[in-house]
C-alpha cells in the first residue's frame, strides 16, 4: 500500500508536469491563423496580445499614411515647380505634339457628334412633318371628289410628300450609324487613348521628382567621398524605379497613339463616305421622280419637243434613241415621230418653249 503510493506523482508535480506541456503545444502549434499584420516574425512566431496588436497595426497605418503624404508631397512640390518654371521637366517635343493633336481632335469630333446629332433629331422631326403633311392632303382630297383638278393636285402633293419621306428613312438611319460611330471612336477609342495619357504624365512627374532628389544626391557626393548611405542608396533605387516606369509608359503611348492613328483614319474615311453617299442618294432620288409619273412625263416633253420643232443636236439625239431603248412607259409606237407627237399632245408648243431653256 505504502509503495503504490509513493510511486504516484503528487498534485504539484502532476500540475507541474500538466503545465510544462501545455507550453510546449502551445510553442510547437503553428500560428497560421494570426493574420500577417500581427506581427514581422514568421508564422511560429509568439503570438501577440490584444493590446499589442492594436499598437502594431496603428503604428503600421501611421507608417503607410507617412509614406503616402512623403510621395503626395513630393509629386505636388513637382507640379508647383514646373508651373511656376522653377524646373524643367522631361520632354518629348514629337510625343507632346502628338498629345496635344489627340486633344484637339477629340474636342473637333465632339463637335461633330454634337451637331451630327442635333441634324438627326431636326430631320426626323421633319421626315414626320411630311408624313403628316401627306396624309393631309390625302384627307382633303377624299372630301373634295367634286372638283378632278384639285383631286389629282392632291393625290400628287400627298404621294411626294410620302416618296420623300419614305427616301428620307434611307439617310436617317445612315445619320444614326455614323453618330453611333463616331461616339465609339470618340468616347471608347480615343477616351482610352487619353487615359494611357494620364498614366504617361503621372510616370514622368514621379519619374522628375525622384530626379531631381538623385541630382541633388550627386551633386552633394560629387563635393565628397563619403560611401552613400542606406538612405542614399535607397534614393538611387527608386530613381531607377521610377526611370523604367517612365520608359515603359512613354514606349506604350507611343504605340496606342500610331494604333489610334490608323483606327481613326480607316473609320473616319469609310463613314464620311457612307455619309456622303446617304446624302448624295437622297437628294438624287427625290430629282429623279419627286412628284409622280406624270410629272416625269411633262418633263420629257418638254425635251421632245425641242428636238421635234428644233435642229437636232448631238446631245439630244442621244436622249431621244435612250428613251426608245429603255422603252421608258411600255407603249409601243409605229415610229419616233409617233412616239413624239403622242408625248407633246398635251401641251401648247409656244408655252413648252417659253419654259426650255436655250
Known amino acids: 500500500m505504502l509503495t503504490s503510493i509513493s510511486n504516484s506523482e503528487s498534485p504539484s508535480a502532476l500540475y507541474t508536469n500538466l503545465n510544462k506541456k501545455t507550453t510546449n503545444d502551445l510553442t510547437s502549434s503553428p500560428s497560421s491563423y494570426v493574420s500577417l499584420l500581427d506581427s514581422y516574425d514568421t508564422p511560429d512566431g509568439s503570438v501577440l496580445s490584444i493590446p499589442q496588436r492594436a499598437t502594431l497595426n496603428w ?15 513630393k509629386y505636388t512640390r513637382q507640379l508647383f515647380q514646373e508651373r511656376m518654371g522653377h524646373v524643367i521637366p ?13 486633344r484637339e481632335t477629340k474636342q473637333h469630333y465632339e463637335h461633330i457628334l454634337k451637331e451630327a446629332r442635333q441634324m438627326s433629331i431636326y430631320f426626323a422631326g421633319l421626315l414626320q412633318t411630311q408624313r403628316s403633311l401627306g396624309e393631309c392632303f390625302s384627307e382633303l382630297q377624299q372630301i373634295s371628289a367634286s372638283s378632278d383638278d384639285l383631286v389629282d393636285q392632291l393625290v400628287r402633293n400627298s404621294e411626294c410628300q410620302k416618296v420623300i419621306a419614305l427616301n428620307g428613312e434611307t439617310l436617317l438611319n445612315s445619320m444614326n450609324i455614323f453618330i453611333d460611330k463616331l461616339h ?5 477609342t480615343i477616351e482610352d487613348t487619353l487615359s494611357t495619357i494620364k498614366v504617361y504624365e503621372n510616370a514622368r512627374t514621379k519619374y522628375d521628382a525622384h530626379r531631381y532628389d538623385y541630382e541633388v544626391l550627386l551633386a552633394r557626393n560629387n563635393q565628397s567621398d563619403d560611401r552613400l548611405s542606406s538612405a542614399d542608396q535607397h534614393i538611387q533605387q527608386q530613381y531607377e524605379h521610377f526611370k523604367q516606369s517612365y520608359e515603359k509608359s512613354k514606349s506604350d503611348l507611343t504605340i496606342k497613339l500610331k494604333l489610334l492613328d490608323e483606327n481613326r483614319i480607316q473609320v473616319m474615311k469609310q463613314q464620311l463616305i457612307n455619309f456622303h453617299n446617304a446624302i448624295g442618294a437622297y437628294f438624287s432620288q427625290n430629282l429623279q421622280n419627286p412628284f409622280g409619273e406624270q410629272d416625269e412625263i411633262n418633263i420629257l416633253q418638254l425635251t421632245l419637243l425641242k428636238f421635234k420643232h428644233d435642229k437636232p443636236t448631238e446631245d439630244s439625239t442621244r436622249f431621244v ?7 421608258t412607259f411600255s407603249i409601243e409606237f409605229a415610229s419616233m415621230e409617233d412616239f413624239i407627237d403622242r408625248l407633246c399632245s398635251k401641251r401648247n408648243t409656244e408655252t413648252v418653249f417659253k419654259q426650255i431653256p436655250k
Do not use: A, G, H, P
Open 321 to 327: 434613241k435612250l428613251l426608245i431603248e429603255q422603252d
Open 184 to 188: 465609339t471612336l470618340t468616347n471608347k
Open 59 to 73: 503604428s503600421k497605418t501611421l507608417d503607410t499614411l507617412r509614406q503616402w503624404s512623403t510621395r503626395t508631397l
Open 90 to 102: 522631361t520632354q518629348d517635343i514629337e510625343l507632346e505634339q502628338n498629345i496635344q493633336l489627340v
